[in-house]
């Protein structure tokens, strides 16, 4: 009993439709509080890790990646799917140095939301990387991304551009933002 | 022909799994950079619309939500699916009034983002909503939400209790804090 069962629905049948790699697709029969019925179409993830990279002087790494449902390369900050029971601090950390080369000294947590709460139950766990080190990077083999260090100013102008274009990279852009204007003020 | 040629991915073949409601599901095999091939799922969705509600006395309005695909209520700012056809704006002035009962006499243009470009082709826009006078909620006859209004700092103790936790809300946070901060500054 919570304080919030008059907008709960409970699921009456479950219909699986896809079992892959990356998600497991399922309709839901649910009841709801008004005691109608409705379908919910769900899509289940593991999870991902993101991470916005700071230099020492004061540049974002990101990187432009092809992404297949968009038919289009666009500018995200590193990013990767959690392995099943790996910590996201530790993929945080696999991730970076395998898409740009960059060991952190320090990683601090910024946020963790769902991406698509309406049909997916997918998780992005970000961290902020400071006090970096360039070494070589080791993308996975079907991966295939370019590097580049933006300032602010330079990602506010990929933000107006269209290129800085995913939710994770628009959160660590206005999150840098709110960093630099805190240190300013 | 295009300077990111080098991190395109070509389809070789794409099987359609599910078409829903909500959401199509398909799986596309592509060509790699490097000559090798690998498989894509894709959801595909119509897209989205979410609004940042600002009242005059500096307060943020948010509803409160069962998600099923989390099994759990979230707060987020309000937003909703785009009709076919339907343009962003008329959709914002829609769900705002539909969930909260709110009306705004100004919408700006805050930012356009994929939520989850690895998989999801689904693009929400995001406007934030000055000017509001409160009317009638009219939620859709399947929708069910409780309206609320916070505070930055309430805004704020709901994301560190995980209540706020889905990527939309959070860029709303941010923005938000950003917009105070240079008003301050």
């Given at each position: ?7 709960y629905?409970k699921?009456?049948s ?26 919910r ?5 593991q999870?991902?890790?993101?991470v ?9 790494v990101v990187?432009r990646?092809?992404r ?5 390369t666009i500018?995200e900050?590193?990013?990767?799917k959690?392995?099943?029971g ?16 960059y060991?952190?000294s320090q990683y ?11 049909f997916?139950?997918?998780?992005l ?5 400071t006090g970096?080190?360039k070494?070589?990077?080791?993308p996975?083999e079907?991966e295939?991304?370019?590097v ?5 100013e330079?990602a506010?102008a ?8 995913d939710a ?11 960093k630099?204007?805190r240190?300013?003020?």
């Open positions: 009993m919570s304080k919030y069962d008059h907008l629905e699921t009456i479950s219909q699986p439709i896809y079992d892959g790699r990356i998600i497991k697709v399922k309709v839901d029969e649910v009841l709801l509080p008004n005691g109608n019925t409705a379908k179409e769900i899509v289940n993830h999870g991902a890790v993101a916005l990279p700071i230099t020492d002087d004061n540049k974002m990187v990646q092809f297949k449902p968009l038919e289009r500018v900050i590193p990013a990767g959690l392995e099943p790996e910590e996201p601090l530790a993929c945080a950390m696999r991730e970076l140095e395998e898409e740009t080369g060991v952190a601090t947590p910024l946020s963790s939301f769902y991406t698509s709460p309406g997916a139950d997918e998780i766990h970000v961290f902020v990387a970096l080190k070494g070589e990077s080791k996975d079907d295939f991304v370019d580049l260090e933006v300032t602010l330079e506010h990929l933000h107006q551009s269209g290129e800085i274009r994770k990279t628009v959160v660590a852009l206005f999150a840098w933002e709110n630099m204007l240190e300013r003020g």
